[in-house]
């Protein structure tokens, strides 16, 4: 049996081993002439989307809460600070704020909501991580009954109340598609004819889940050998953990991978995925993917969470759109930890910073469509024009 040599929910707790939580406190703004901030004061920001009128919501993973485990540098945390928000036009509002959420006990390497999508009758629908073996849910060992609400396909009504809706995680005890040790973090949801897309990190899997709550395992994703450490010959297998999901303008689906250590630079590929068939490689190139997202023309971007291995130290990751010929054209690449990309309907590119910190200071920036060579020339209000 396949053995997880680093389980998914420790890929952020690598940026506070190397110190980035104090490079974080010393982060600069942006620049005015690349980006303009539409919402703030958000704690571990992770995917966003729109809705069909126009409206933006984001997944905040939150910071965890008081209820601890474990101790020292492996002191783990659980609460309610998992929330989403909703940006309408100035207007930015929490509609939930009360969804599970867990954490290193400084509140980053956060747990929580990680995604949003919406059911066929327009509900919103919020998928919560796990990062654990499901079977350990609702265990003294892990936090107790609280942790029944991770891993879990979550109903929010418009008065902000939420019910666990789909078990998804649960599908890791009795399937373990990839065949390894048991572990489900479902990361990236997507909507598609009678139910949604997933992809499950910690389970390398992407799954469909049906309306009716069955799910079935989509595509599997493999380990891939690679060198470790750089220039030694001596290799390793690297898990894939896909974080994102999309279907393209040929109606296949597109996943991201973030990768498993040693997340090489260049490392992560985008796989185009039949149902049916095995997955293919579409993509590659990439370092360390959170999420990517087809405009309306095809056009498909790509945000790396950091650019240069989640190994480096450098908290700096990047908005990349993929040209038809596979090269790579940076939109951004100074943004803090990024953590995803929606595309409005004013054609402006949205993305989350500080995807992974809880400490209340995310935001969301709508990139100058200047940047985008596919999309008009429109300076928001406020900012200097400048020469892309």
Not at 36 to 54: I, K, T
Not at 79 to 85: M, N
Not at 287 to 311: K, M, P, Q
């Amino acid at each position: 049996m396949k053995q997880k040599q680093v389980r998914v929910a420790l890929w952020l707790s690598l940026f506070v081993v190397v110190g980035l939580v104090a490079l974080a406190a010393a982060q600069q703004a942006p620049r005015a002439d690349h980006y303009e901030v539409v919402a703030d004061g958000l704690s571990s920001p992770r995917h966003l989307a729109f809705n069909a009128e126009g409206t933006l919501y984001v997944a905040e993973a939150g910071s965890g809460g008081d209820q601890c485990i474990g101790e020292g540098e492996n002191q783990r945390c659980i609460g309610t600070s998992g929330a989403i928000t909703v940006i309408d036009g100035d207007t930015q509002e929490r509609l939930a704020d009360d969804l599970v959420s867990y954490a290193l006990a400084d509140g980053s390497d956060t747990t929580g909501p990680h995604d949003v999508a919406w059911d066929g009758e327009g509900n919103l629908m919020v998928i919560v991580g796990l990062g654990a073996n499901p079977d350990l849910r609702g265990t003294d060992a892990f936090f107790g009954a609280i942790s029944n609400n991770l891993g879990q396909l979550v109903q929010v009504a418009a008065n902000g109340t939420w019910t666990n809706e789909i078990d998804v995680a649960a599908y890791e005890a009795t399937a373990n598609p990839d065949g390894g040790e048991l572990d489900s973090n479902p990361y990236a949801i997507e909507r598609v004819d009678g139910g949604y897309l997933m992809a499950d990190a910690g389970a390398n899997a992407l799954l469909h889940v049906a309306d009716d709550g069955t799910i079935t395992t989509a595509a599997v994703f493999p380990n891939r050998m690679v060198e470790y450490p750089s220039g030694s010959g001596e290799m390793m297998p690297m898990q894939a953990v896909p974080t994102s999901v999309d279907v393209g303008p040929d109606g296949a689906y597109y996943v991201g991978q973030l990768t498993g250590f040693p997340f090489p630079v260049d490392g992560a590929n985008i796989y185009r995925v039949v149902e049916g068939e095995e997955p293919e490689v579409y993509a590659e190139g990439f370092t360390n993917i959170v999420d990517l997202a087809f405009a309306e023309d095809g056009t498909l971007y790509v945000v790396e969470i950091t650019s240069n291995s989640l190994l480096s130290g450098d908290p700096h990751g990047a908005l990349i759109r993929l040209e038809d010929d596979g090269s790579q054209t940076v939109i951004a690449d100074d943004l803090f930890m990024p953590g995803g990309v929606a595309i409005g309907q004013d054609g402006y590119l949205y993305v989350t910073t500080r995807a992974a910190l809880g400490d209340g200071m995310g935001e969301v920036l709508r990139i100058n469509a200047q940047f985008t060579a596919y999309l008009p020339v429109i300076v928001p209000p406020g900012t200097a024009e400048t020469t892309p």
